[in-house]
């Protein structure tokens, strides 16, 4: 359930009118900001074994069995250990979804937009805006499109400062609630 919440999140945040270079661009940062809490995390589970290892005979291995290994050595590092291999993996996992997610966007966008230049002229001539919009999603220089971007855009056109804070307010807290709601039932 949370996973199809943060499914929706990203959705209603994503701009749809990114171009492909953009969108790779965006999939190597997300790769790449896993460098930084992998090398943490590791420098932590070895300073562990080996801080551990003083104490005891130093059997230590830096190999698959490493998490295991700071287990049994040190089990006051345990709830670090699983804090920071919970915090790894969820990373991991937003990584993976937004990667996911970006790549099909860009195999769909190149699907639909296959599938319109091989219509006929004339079925694309009786649609011109369709035709023009479909055929410059995701080109350089265009405007950033989302869901999000839509919502606020309705919000700022409201008269009325009070009624713009009020929607506002729902709406984050709307989001926050379900995000809390489908977690506690979760766990």
Do not use: C, H
């Not at 492909?20 to 809490?37: H, M, Q, R, V």
């Not at 551990?52 to 709830?79: E, T």
């Not at 937003?94 to 230049?117: C, D, L, P």
Request: no cysteine; charged share 20%; hydrophobic share 40%.
């Amino acid at each position: 359930m949370t996973g199809a919440l943060n499914f929706a999140e990203t959705i209603y945040n994503f701009n749809f009118n990114q171009t492909d270079e953009d969108i790779n661009k965006e999939i190597e940062s997300t790769i790449n900001a896993l460098y930084g809490p992998t090398g943490e995390y590791i420098g932590q589970q070895v300073a562990g074994v080996l801080v551990g290892g003083l104490f005891n005979p130093p059997k230590v291995q830096i190999n698959i069995r490493a998490l295991r290994l700071a287990w049994d050595i040190n089990p006051s590092i345990r709830d670090d250990l699983l804090n920071n291999t919970s915090t790894l993996a969820y990373l991991g996992m937003t990584a993976f979804r937004t990667i996911a997610i970006k790549q099909a966007f860009m195999k769909g966008r190149q699907g639909i937009k296959n599938f319109w230049q091989g219509l006929p002229k004339e079925v694309k001539g009786k649609f011109p805006q369709l035709d023009n919009a479909i055929t410059n999603w995701g080109a350089k220089g265009s405007k950033p499109w989302s869901i999000q971007g839509v919502v606020e855009k309705r919000i700022e056109e409201l008269n009325d400062q009070k009624l713009q804070d009020l929607v506002e307010g729902l709406l984050s807290g709307f989001w926050e609630q379900f995000r809390q709601s489908v977690e506690y039932v979760y766990y």
